[in-house]
C-alpha cells in the first residue's frame, strides 16, 4: 500500500483556488485532492476575509470539503518556538508561525505562494 504523502495548503493556495487559478487548480490535480489538508488558522483567515455573509457561507462550504489539522499543545509550543526565534529578526506573525508548526509537527510540506514569509524557517519542507 502506497503511504500518502499530505501537503497543507497555505492560505493564498486556498484564495487562489476560490478564485480559479488555473495554475493552482492545474497543481492541485497532481497532487491529488485525497493529498491536502488544512491548518485551521486558515479557516480563521478565510472567514475573516469574507466581504459579507453570502462570501462567509460561500468560503464554510468550500472549507468544509478539506480535513485540518487540530490545534495541539505541540503545535502550540512549536509556534511559540518559531515566534522566538524568528519575529525580531524576519517580522513571523503569529498566523504564519501557526502554519509552519504546523507543518513542522506533523512532517509534512507546506504549499504557499508567499515563499518570503517562510523560506527563512530552517525546520520546515516547502512544496515546490
Known amino acids: ?5 499530505m501537503i497543507l495548503l497555505d492560505t493564498n493556495i486556498v484564495i487562489e483556488l476560490l478564485k480559479g487559478n488555473s ?3 492545474s497543481e492541485i490535480e497532481t497532487i ?3 493529498n491536502l ?3 485551521k488558522v486558515t479557516t480563521l483567515e478565510m472567514y475573516v476575509g469574507a466581504l459579507n455573509k453570502n462570501e462567509l457561507k460561500k468560503i464554510k462550504k468550500y472549507l468544509d470539503k478539506f480535513p485540518k489539522f487540530e490545534f495541539s499543545d505541540k503545535i502550540i509550543d512549536k509556534t511559540i518556538q518559531l515566534i522566538y526565534q524568528y519575529y525580531l529578526s524576519n517580522s513571523l506573525f503569529i498566523n504564519d508561525a501557526i502554519i509552519a508548526a504546523t507543518c513542522i509537527e506533523n512532517n ?3 504549499y504557499t505562494l508567499n515563499l518570503k514569509d517562510f523560506k527563512y524557517i530552517e525546520e520546515l519542507r516547502l512544496y515546490n
Open 1 to 5: 500500500m502506497e503511504e500518502r504523502k
Open 23 to 25: 495554475k493552482i487548480l
Open 32 to 34: 491529488g485532492a485525497e
Open 37 to 39: 489538508i488544512l491548518s
Open 108 to 110: 509534512i510540506p507546506l
